[in-house]
Protein backbone atom coordinates (compact mmCIF):
# COMPACT_ATOMS: atom_id res chain seq x y z
CA UNK A 1 0.00 0.00 0.00
CA UNK A 2 2.78 2.52 0.48
CA UNK A 3 3.86 1.94 -2.50
CA UNK A 4 0.85 2.87 -4.17
CA UNK A 5 0.03 5.62 -2.22
CA UNK A 6 3.42 7.15 -3.07
CA UNK A 7 2.84 6.75 -6.39
CA UNK A 8 -0.44 8.37 -6.68
CA UNK A 9 1.09 10.82 -4.81
CA UNK A 10 3.62 11.13 -7.51
CA UNK A 11 1.13 11.31 -10.10
CA UNK A 12 -1.15 14.30 -8.50
CA UNK A 13 2.25 16.69 -7.99
CA UNK A 14 3.87 15.21 -11.65
CA UNK A 15 0.07 17.17 -13.01
CA UNK A 16 -0.11 20.27 -10.85
CA UNK A 17 3.73 20.54 -11.87
CA UNK A 18 3.14 19.70 -15.82
CA UNK A 19 0.12 22.70 -15.37
CA UNK A 20 1.65 25.49 -13.46
CA UNK A 21 5.34 25.32 -15.62
CA UNK A 22 7.35 23.88 -13.33
CA UNK A 23 9.67 22.61 -15.88
CA UNK A 24 11.37 25.69 -15.37
CA UNK A 25 11.33 26.30 -11.67
CA UNK A 26 14.27 24.00 -10.62
CA UNK A 27 12.06 21.07 -9.77
CA UNK A 28 10.67 23.43 -6.50
CA UNK A 29 7.04 21.39 -5.69
CA UNK A 30 3.89 23.43 -4.23
CA UNK A 31 3.70 24.53 -8.21
CA UNK A 32 -0.19 26.12 -7.54
CA UNK A 33 1.99 29.28 -6.05
CA UNK A 34 2.82 29.80 -9.57
CA UNK A 35 -0.28 30.03 -10.91
CA UNK A 36 -0.92 34.04 -11.20
CA UNK A 37 -3.08 35.65 -8.31
CA UNK A 38 -5.52 37.28 -10.50
CA UNK A 39 -7.23 37.06 -13.41
CA UNK A 40 -5.67 40.40 -14.33
CA UNK A 41 -2.48 39.53 -13.88
CA UNK A 42 -3.19 36.32 -15.83
CA UNK A 43 -3.80 38.37 -18.35
CA UNK A 44 -0.33 40.68 -18.20
CA UNK A 45 1.76 37.65 -18.61
CA UNK A 46 1.89 36.99 -14.62
CA UNK A 47 3.53 40.98 -14.14
CA UNK A 48 2.23 41.52 -10.94
CA UNK A 49 5.17 42.61 -8.71
CA UNK A 50 5.40 46.36 -10.82
CA UNK A 51 1.57 46.18 -11.51
CA UNK A 52 -0.50 44.62 -8.80
CA UNK A 53 -2.91 46.62 -7.10
CA UNK A 54 -6.16 46.70 -4.85
CA UNK A 55 -6.77 43.36 -3.05
CA UNK A 56 -4.75 41.37 -5.87
CA UNK A 57 -1.49 42.53 -3.89
CA UNK A 58 -1.99 39.85 -1.51
CA UNK A 59 -0.71 37.34 -4.37
CA UNK A 60 2.03 39.06 -5.65
CA UNK A 61 3.32 42.26 -4.02
CA UNK A 62 2.09 43.86 -0.37
CA UNK A 63 3.96 46.39 -0.80
CA UNK A 64 1.04 48.36 -3.20
CA UNK A 65 -1.16 48.31 -0.18
CA UNK A 66 0.45 51.23 0.71
CA UNK A 67 -0.54 52.76 -2.81
CA UNK A 68 -4.36 52.66 -2.27
CA UNK A 69 -7.49 53.66 0.38
CA UNK A 70 -10.14 51.89 -0.60
CA UNK A 71 -12.07 48.60 0.57
CA UNK A 72 -11.67 46.05 -2.33
CA UNK A 73 -12.81 42.48 -2.85
CA UNK A 74 -12.04 39.82 -5.33
CA UNK A 75 -13.10 36.65 -5.99
CA UNK A 76 -11.08 34.47 -8.50
CA UNK A 77 -12.33 30.82 -10.70
CA UNK A 78 -9.54 29.43 -12.90
CA UNK A 79 -9.81 26.24 -14.93
CA UNK A 80 -5.92 25.46 -15.38
CA UNK A 81 -4.70 22.53 -17.77
CA UNK A 82 -4.38 18.94 -16.74
CA UNK A 83 -7.77 19.17 -14.74
CA UNK A 84 -6.22 21.41 -12.06
CA UNK A 85 -8.64 23.95 -10.70
CA UNK A 86 -8.35 26.77 -8.41
CA UNK A 87 -10.70 29.13 -6.33
CA UNK A 88 -9.33 31.90 -4.74
CA UNK A 89 -10.59 34.98 -2.23
CA UNK A 90 -8.54 38.29 -1.49
CA UNK A 91 -9.82 41.38 0.12
CA UNK A 92 -8.10 45.10 0.62
CA UNK A 93 -9.01 47.01 3.72
CA UNK A 94 -7.41 49.42 6.56
CA UNK A 95 -7.38 49.11 10.60
CA UNK A 96 -6.90 52.56 12.47
CA UNK A 97 -5.22 53.85 8.95
CA UNK A 98 -3.11 50.79 8.06
CA UNK A 99 -3.95 49.29 4.84
CA UNK A 100 -4.00 45.20 5.16
CA UNK A 101 -4.80 42.31 2.87
CA UNK A 102 -5.93 38.96 3.04
CA UNK A 103 -5.97 36.01 0.53
CA UNK A 104 -7.05 32.27 0.39
CA UNK A 105 -6.05 30.34 -2.29
CA UNK A 106 -7.60 26.81 -2.66
CA UNK A 107 -6.37 24.11 -5.51
CA UNK A 108 -7.11 20.63 -6.60
CA UNK A 109 -5.54 18.08 -9.17
CA UNK A 110 -9.00 15.74 -9.97
CA UNK A 111 -9.21 12.84 -11.64
CA UNK A 112 -5.82 11.25 -10.92
CA UNK A 113 -6.55 7.56 -11.93
CA UNK A 114 -6.04 4.25 -9.64
CA UNK A 115 -4.52 1.46 -11.02
CA UNK A 116 -3.01 -1.45 -9.31
CA UNK A 117 -2.57 -3.58 -12.90
CA UNK A 118 -3.12 -2.15 -16.55
CA UNK A 119 -6.27 -1.85 -17.74
CA UNK A 120 -9.38 0.65 -16.61
CA UNK A 121 -8.92 2.92 -13.41
CA UNK A 122 -10.24 1.42 -10.68
CA UNK A 123 -11.15 3.84 -9.08
CA UNK A 124 -9.65 7.91 -8.58
CA UNK A 125 -8.45 10.65 -6.45
CA UNK A 126 -8.19 14.37 -5.87
CA UNK A 127 -4.87 16.59 -4.31
CA UNK A 128 -5.59 19.20 -2.45
CA UNK A 129 -3.54 22.40 -1.55
CA UNK A 130 -4.28 25.41 0.45
CA UNK A 131 -3.13 29.12 1.30
CA UNK A 132 -4.05 31.65 3.43
CA UNK A 133 -2.31 34.61 3.71
CA UNK A 134 -2.61 38.01 5.25
CA UNK A 135 -0.30 41.33 4.78
CA UNK A 136 0.35 44.63 5.22
CA UNK A 137 2.06 47.64 3.15
CA UNK A 138 3.24 50.88 4.71
CA UNK A 139 5.07 54.11 3.17
CA UNK A 140 8.68 54.28 4.45
CA UNK A 141 9.76 57.32 2.73
CA UNK A 142 7.73 60.09 0.92
CA UNK A 143 8.25 58.24 -2.51
CA UNK A 144 8.68 54.68 -1.12
CA UNK A 145 6.82 52.29 -0.03
CA UNK A 146 7.27 48.58 1.35
CA UNK A 147 5.15 45.60 2.38
CA UNK A 148 5.13 41.88 4.16
CA UNK A 149 2.82 39.02 4.20
CA UNK A 150 3.09 35.49 6.06
CA UNK A 151 0.95 32.47 4.39
CA UNK A 152 0.13 29.10 5.74
CA UNK A 153 0.66 26.41 3.51
CA UNK A 154 -1.51 23.11 3.22
CA UNK A 155 -0.98 19.87 0.98
CA UNK A 156 -2.76 17.05 1.08
CA UNK A 157 -1.95 13.45 -1.25
CA UNK A 158 -4.25 10.56 -0.81
CA UNK A 159 -3.65 9.99 3.20
CA UNK A 160 -0.70 12.28 3.37
CA UNK A 161 -0.73 15.54 4.56
CA UNK A 162 2.29 18.58 4.82
CA UNK A 163 1.83 21.94 6.55
CA UNK A 164 4.31 24.96 6.46
CA UNK A 165 4.51 28.35 6.49
CA UNK A 166 6.12 31.18 3.95
CA UNK A 167 6.65 35.33 3.86
CA UNK A 168 6.21 37.53 0.73
CA UNK A 169 8.28 40.66 0.78
CA UNK A 170 7.93 43.72 -1.19
CA UNK A 171 8.77 47.44 -2.28
CA UNK A 172 8.13 50.25 -4.77
CA UNK A 173 9.80 52.86 -5.24
CA UNK A 174 7.81 56.19 -7.07
CA UNK A 175 10.38 58.04 -9.59
CA UNK A 176 7.73 60.04 -10.59
CA UNK A 177 4.01 60.49 -11.47
CA UNK A 178 4.59 57.89 -14.34
CA UNK A 179 7.51 55.91 -13.36
CA UNK A 180 8.43 53.51 -10.50
CA UNK A 181 10.14 50.16 -9.47
CA UNK A 182 9.40 47.47 -7.81
CA UNK A 183 10.54 44.38 -6.01
CA UNK A 184 9.09 41.08 -4.63
CA UNK A 185 10.33 37.89 -3.20
CA UNK A 186 8.01 35.54 -2.73
CA UNK A 187 7.42 32.29 -0.78
CA UNK A 188 10.31 32.45 1.48
CA UNK A 189 9.83 29.70 4.25
CA UNK A 190 9.76 25.99 4.38
CA UNK A 191 6.95 22.77 4.52
CA UNK A 192 6.91 20.19 6.90
CA UNK A 193 7.74 16.49 5.90
CA UNK A 194 5.38 14.96 3.23
CA UNK A 195 5.99 11.16 4.02
CA UNK A 196 9.44 11.15 4.11
CA UNK A 197 11.04 14.69 2.06
CA UNK A 198 9.74 18.11 2.84
CA UNK A 199 8.39 19.69 -0.61
CA UNK A 200 10.70 22.67 -1.89
CA UNK A 201 8.49 25.55 -2.03
CA UNK A 202 8.93 27.80 -5.74
CA UNK A 203 10.81 30.56 -4.11
CA UNK A 204 11.19 33.50 -6.46
CA UNK A 205 12.36 36.91 -6.79
CA UNK A 206 10.84 39.74 -9.26
CA UNK A 207 11.83 43.29 -10.42
CA UNK A 208 11.36 45.76 -12.49
CA UNK A 209 9.52 49.34 -13.95
CA UNK A 210 6.66 49.87 -14.66
CA UNK A 211 4.82 53.14 -16.65
CA UNK A 212 1.67 54.49 -16.91
CA UNK A 213 0.67 57.54 -19.47
CA UNK A 214 -3.07 58.77 -19.45
CA UNK A 215 -3.90 59.92 -23.24
CA UNK A 216 -6.50 62.68 -21.52
CA UNK A 217 -7.82 63.60 -24.75
CA UNK A 218 -8.72 59.88 -26.17
CA UNK A 219 -9.56 58.91 -22.41
CA UNK A 220 -7.19 56.24 -22.73
CA UNK A 221 -4.94 55.53 -19.55
CA UNK A 222 -2.23 53.02 -20.33
CA UNK A 223 0.16 50.73 -18.29
CA UNK A 224 3.76 49.27 -19.56
CA UNK A 225 5.49 47.06 -17.26
CA UNK A 226 9.12 44.52 -17.63
CA UNK A 227 9.73 42.21 -14.60
CA UNK A 228 12.67 40.23 -14.70
CA UNK A 229 11.72 36.96 -13.07
CA UNK A 230 14.37 34.54 -10.78
CA UNK A 231 13.67 31.13 -9.50
CA UNK A 232 15.73 30.53 -6.44
CA UNK A 233 16.18 26.84 -7.21
CA UNK A 234 17.00 26.94 -10.73
CA UNK A 235 19.58 28.05 -12.69
CA UNK A 236 16.94 30.14 -14.96
CA UNK A 237 15.95 33.92 -15.65
CA UNK A 238 12.90 35.11 -17.19
CA UNK A 239 11.80 38.95 -18.55
CA UNK A 240 8.05 39.53 -19.01
CA UNK A 241 6.67 41.83 -20.80
CA UNK A 242 3.11 43.44 -20.31
CA UNK A 243 0.45 46.43 -21.76
CA UNK A 244 -2.45 47.28 -20.25
CA UNK A 245 -4.82 49.88 -22.04
CA UNK A 246 -7.87 51.27 -20.53
CA UNK A 247 -10.71 53.40 -21.87
CA UNK A 248 -12.74 55.59 -19.94
CA UNK A 249 -11.77 53.60 -16.41
CA UNK A 250 -14.30 51.35 -18.10
CA UNK A 251 -13.01 48.43 -20.51
CA UNK A 252 -9.37 47.53 -20.39
CA UNK A 253 -7.71 45.11 -22.92
CA UNK A 254 -4.67 43.34 -21.74
CA UNK A 255 -1.57 41.59 -23.47
CA UNK A 256 1.39 39.89 -21.34
CA UNK A 257 4.81 37.98 -22.49
CA UNK A 258 6.51 35.56 -20.37
CA UNK A 259 9.51 34.56 -21.69
CA UNK A 260 11.98 32.01 -21.91
CA UNK A 261 9.30 29.24 -21.02
CA UNK A 262 9.12 25.80 -22.70
CA UNK A 263 5.07 25.01 -23.16
CA UNK A 264 3.88 29.19 -22.79
CA UNK A 265 4.60 32.48 -22.97
CA UNK A 266 1.44 34.79 -24.88
CA UNK A 267 -0.96 35.76 -22.76
CA UNK A 268 -4.43 38.12 -23.18
CA UNK A 269 -7.48 39.15 -21.25
CA UNK A 270 -10.13 42.16 -20.75
CA UNK A 271 -11.45 43.59 -17.94
CA UNK A 272 -15.14 45.44 -17.39
CA UNK A 273 -15.79 48.01 -14.58
CA UNK A 274 -18.88 50.12 -13.58
CA UNK A 275 -20.12 51.97 -10.38
CA UNK A 276 -16.91 49.95 -8.55
CA UNK A 277 -17.94 46.46 -9.37
CA UNK A 278 -15.12 44.97 -12.63
CA UNK A 279 -15.15 41.64 -14.19
CA UNK A 280 -11.76 40.26 -15.78
CA UNK A 281 -11.15 37.22 -17.98
CA UNK A 282 -7.76 35.77 -18.97
CA UNK A 283 -6.95 33.20 -21.85
CA UNK A 284 -3.15 31.53 -21.88
CA UNK A 285 -2.53 28.74 -24.59
CA UNK A 286 -0.09 25.73 -23.85
CA UNK A 287 2.15 24.32 -26.03
CA UNK A 288 2.03 20.55 -26.85
CA UNK A 289 -1.74 20.04 -26.79
CA UNK A 290 -1.71 20.84 -23.25
CA UNK A 291 -4.80 22.90 -24.16
CA UNK A 292 -6.06 26.77 -23.28
CA UNK A 293 -6.10 27.98 -19.30
CA UNK A 294 -8.88 30.29 -18.20
CA UNK A 295 -9.18 32.64 -15.52
CA UNK A 296 -12.00 34.88 -14.12
CA UNK A 297 -12.22 37.18 -11.76
CA UNK A 298 -15.05 39.65 -9.85
CA UNK A 299 -14.02 42.38 -8.10
CA UNK A 300 -15.86 44.86 -5.65
CA UNK A 301 -14.69 48.12 -4.26
CA UNK A 302 -15.62 51.28 -2.45
Not at 161 to 179: M, Q
Not at 221 to 238: F, I, P
Amino acid sequence: MDMKRATYAAVATMLLATAALAQSAGGSGMSFLKIPGDARSAALGGNGATLAEGAAAIFHNPAAFAEESNTELLVTGDRWIQDVSRRAFAARFSVFGVPLGVGVNSTSVDGVEVREKPGPAQSTIEANYFAASVGAGFHVAENISAGVAVKYLYEGLLADEATGWAADIGARYRIDENLDVSFAARNLGAMNELREKATELPMEIRFGPAYRYALEESRIDLAAAVEYQKWLAADDHHVNASLEATYDETFALRLGYRSMYESHGLAAGFGVAYGGVAIDYAAIPFAYDLGLAHSFALRVGW
